[in-house]
C-alpha cells in the first residue's frame, strides 16, 4: 500500500511569492494534518482537516491555509513567502479525527527554500 | 498542552538497550504518553503509547512510573538504523489529531 505522498520533494521561491503544497493520505484515511519542521527544531503543528473541515489550527499567521478536497487529499498555502518560512512541511494522515487508537502516518515532507 | 523534558543526546552501544527517559511531571490524568522518532531526512515515525500501564510493541517498551511523571523508552537491542531523534510527547483526547514536539533526544547507536 502507498504512504502518504507529498508534493513536490523540494522547492525554491522567492520572498514575497505563493506557494502550494500537496498531500495525498493513505487510503481509507480521512484526516490531514500539517507540520512546519525548521531546521534542528521538532515539527510544529499547524492545520489538521477532517472531512474537509478545518478541526485545528496552531499558532500560525493567516498567511498560512489550507483545505482539503473531497478525495481526501490537501493543500497548503502560503502567502507572501518570509525567508524564515524556509522548513520542511509534513504531512500526516489517519483515520479518523479522533484517531486515538490509531497512528498518524507522516510523509516525507517538502523541502521549502525561500531566498 | 503539558511539557514534556528530554536529554538532548544520548550514545548507545549496537546490540544493547537503549534507554530513552522522559520527564512530564505536569501531565494531567486524561493525557498519554507517546513517542515518535525521525529518521534523518524523513516524517516522524510512531513508535508507541501508554497511559499508566507498561505497553510492549515488536519495536520498543514503554515504561510510566507510578505518578506517571516521567516514563522510558527502551529500544531493547539497538541496531545502527535506529539511529534517529526520538519525541516524547504528551497528548489528549480533546486535542485531536494535533502533537506537540519537543526538541527530542538525538540517539546515537555505535558500532
Known amino acids: 500500500d502507498a504512504g502518504v505522498t507529498q508534493s513536490p520533494t523540494h522547492l525554491i521561491k522567492t520572498r514575497g511569492q505563493h506557494v502550494t503544497l500537496r498531500c495525498s493520505p493513505i487510503?481509507?484515511?480521512?484526516?490531514v494534518s500539517w507540520y512546519q519542521q525548521v531546521l534542528g527544531q521538532g515539527p510544529q503543528f499547524i492545520f489538521q482537516y477532517y472531512e474537509k473541515e478545518e478541526r485545528g489550527r496552531g499558532n500560525f499567521p493567516d498567511r498560512f491555509s489550507a483545505r482539503q478536497f473531497p478525495n481526501y487529499s490537501s493543500e497548503l498555502n502560503v502567502n507572501a513567502l518570509l525567508l524564515g518560512d524556509s522548513a520542511l512541511y509534513l504531512c500526516?494522515?489517519?483515520?479518523?479525527?479522533?484517531?486515538?487508537?490509531?497512528?498518524?502516518?507522516f510523509g516525507p515532507g517538502t523541502r521549502l527554500t525561500v531566498t | 498542552d503539558a511539557k514534556t523534558t528530554q536529554p538532548p543526546s544520548m550514545d548507545c552501544a549496537e546490540g544493547r538497550a537503549a534507554n530513552l527517559p522522559c520527564n512530564h511531571s505536569t501531565i494531567s490524568g486524561n493525557e498519554y504518553v507517546y513517542w515518535y522518532r525521525q529518521i534523518h531526512s524523513q516524517g516522524p515515525q510512531y513508535i508507541i503509547h501508554g497511559l499508566k500501564n507498561n505497553e510492549t510493541n515488536e519495536m520498543a517498551s514503554l515504561i510510566i512510573t507510578e505518578d506517571r511523571k516521567s516514563s522510558t523508552l527502551i529500544l531493547p537491542h539497538a541496531t545502527l538504523r535506529d539511529t534517529a531523534v526520538y519525541y516524547c510527547?504528551?497528548?489528549?483526547?480533546?486535542?485531536?489529531?494535533?502533537?506537540?514536539f519537543g526538541a527530542g533526544t538525538i540517539l546515537r547507536v555505535k558500532s
Open positions: 510527547i504528551v497528548r489528549a483526547f480533546e486535542y485531536g489529531n494535533k502533537l506537540v
Open positions: 487510503s481509507g484515511h480521512k484526516s
Open positions: 500526516a494522515s489517519s483515520l479518523g479525527w479522533d484517531s486515538f487508537s490509531y497512528e498518524q502516518y
